[in-house]
């Protein structure tokens, strides 16, 4: 069969820099979609392993996909070069150490197509993929999302769902309107390397969406990264990056004109989370760290962060005694029940096992981590 057609239903870009343990498993899952009319964008970013040759081979198999070899540039530029070639009236973006189930793209293009206006972001929830270094230990366990909304009714902006901003940024678990990205003149932020492009990617079209629709329902495998060995040091540069970030994105929603008080919200829950895994990490020993956290604090609005019912009295504490402004009692009423909701929530989503495990998690980082209850 030929897929000669000029404007192929979906343009998958897979922004590729070494990793040929698990490049086979990627293009497979990409190739073995049951919606068939797709273009497969591998974009080599300048790789030294064998990542280029196994790209070679699937392209000589399979004649939707284009090979892009280049000069190393970095995530973000490497995914804007896939933008600019695609094709597709929708956009996919796929992380080659992440995997696919089958009927991804036909699943999300067909709810796209049930709505009678052109839908800007089409977005799911996904599966978390663990322990993946020991087939023994390896599990598919549901992401943030799933169970925490409900599949679309009619197309909405990112006011009525500000959950979406709240957990991983997740940018793969979704497809974009290429007109849409076009129109809107959404890039990634070119930084070095990984460069964690993704979060203002994250803002950059959901907070310009007019129309999103969300699916409760999950087709993409994002491979987790491990735990760090016990111990080990993190270096100081990976430490700051997600604060910086979040300042990248406190100002992108800035000149949004974001004015939405559950956007803000969802907003800092994400920079609490971040100043949450830096600390446990040991970033509150470095005082380019600790500045980088303050600085953060220091954007969020006070009333904001003092009324958030998702943030715990020792974060609301915390953060009075960083930026010292004037603090008020800290109710635990509001933190208690939104612990409870997240409870069933996890129940939903994974189970009496999964939610205990969840728990369980919880309890274990915060009895490895002193320096995290600074901030829980």
Not at 137 to 143: H, I, K, N, S, Y
Not at 223 to 240: D, I, K, W
Not at 295 to 311: F, T
Request: glycine share 6%; hydrophobic share 40%; proline share 5%.
């Amino acid at each position: 069969m030929s897929f000669e057609s000029t404007s192929p239903c979906v343009s998958v870009i897979v922004p590729i820099y070494n990793v040929g343990r698990f490049l086979d498993q990627c293009l497979d899952s990409i190739r073995s979609q049951t919606l068939r009319d797709i273009e497969i964008l591998c974009l080599n970013d300048g790789s030294t392993d064998n990542s280029l040759a196994i790209i070679k081979r699937h392209a000589a198999q399979d004649e939707r996909i284009r090979v892009i070899d280049k000069a190393n540039e970095g995530y973000g530029a490497t995914c804007n070069r896939g933008i600019d070639q695609a094709k597709g009236t929708y956009v996919a973006i796929v992380e080659p150490d992440d995997y696919l189930l089958p009927d991804m793209y036909e699943a999300l293009t067909s709810f796209a197509e049930a709505f009678f206006e052109p839908i800007d972001v089409v977005k799911e929830a996904w599966f978390d993929v663990l322990a993946w270094d020991d087939p023994a230990t390896e599990r598919r366990v549901p992401g943030y999302l799933y169970k925490r909304l409900s599949t679309s009714k009619a197309p909405q902006a990112i006011e009525a769902m500000p959950v979406l901003l709240e957990g991983h940024p997740a940018i793969w678990s979704a497809l974009y309107r290429r007109e849409f990205l076009v129109e809107c003149g959404i890039r990634f932020n070119e930084y070095p390397g990984a460069g964690w492009a993704d979060n203002p990617f994250l803002i950059d079209t959901l907070c310009q969406a007019r129309t999103i629709v969300y699916l409760d329902a999950m087709h993409y495998c994002y491979r987790n990264e491990l735990p760090p060995e016990t111990g080990a040091a993190v270096a100081e540069e990976r430490l700051v990056m997600p604060l910086v970030r979040w300042k990248d994105m406190t100002q992108a929603l800035r000149a949004y004109g974001t004015v939405d008080r559950a956007v803000w919200q969802a907003h800092y829950q994400r920079g609490f989370n971040y100043i949450d895994d830096v600390i446990a990490q040991g970033g509150w020993e470095s005082e380019r760290v600790k500045g980088a956290i303050v600085d953060d604090m220091a954007l969020m609005e006070r009333d904001i962060v003092l009324d958030h019912p998702k943030l715990s009295p020792a974060k609301k504490r915390f953060y009075v005694e960083q930026t010292g402004c004037e603090g008020k009692s800290f109710p635990v009423f509001p933190y208690a029940c939104h612990l409870a909701r997240e409870f069933a929530v996890r129940l939903r989503a994974q189970g009496c096992i999964g939610a205990a495990r969840a728990l369980g998690s919880f309890a274990k980082r915060k009895a490895a981590s002193p320096d995290a209850d600074k901030v829980e």
